[in-house]
């Protein structure tokens, strides 16, 4: 039998100031990809910058820093930080992974999005 991400709990996510959350595959991922890395300094960091079609584009990358009111939510094994201007932009969102023959990579469903571009890079 195999076991999926999503057939599991849910992340243990300990605090949550960023507001955002993470399924349980985005969160196998996470930790993979730290893994991977092999850095114990390393976080998350969900930011909105402005760019694209629609004015406002996502980033996620891996981040060492700690810049002036970093909002960070703990889950277990790693971190997610998000910049004191993006967490309005971010809170309540939620990031999946996904890796199927028609979808890969993280998504992001975010209810303050009022709308994006067609090719689904950016949101207004």
Request: net charge negative; glycine share 10%; hydrophobic share 40%.
């Amino acid at each position: 039998m195999i076991v999926t991400a999503s057939q599991l709990a849910e992340p243990v996510q300990t605090d949550n100031p960023a507001g955002i959350g993470l399924t349980a595959d985005a969160a196998l991922k996470v930790k993979a990809l730290l893994e991977q890395e092999g850095r114990g300094d390393l976080r998350l960091r969900v930011a909105v910058q402005p760019g694209g079609c629609s004015g406002l584009r996502y980033q996620l990358f891996f981040d060492e820093r700690s810049l002036d009111g970093d909002k960070i939510s703990t889950y277990d094994g790693f971190e997610v930080v998000v910049d004191r201007m993006s967490v309005p932009y971010l809170t309540g969102a939620t990031i999946d992974f996904a890796d199927r023959i028609d979808a890969q990579g993280f998504t992001i469903d975010n209810p303050n999005a009022q709308g994006s571009c067609a090719c689904g890079d950016s949101f207004h």
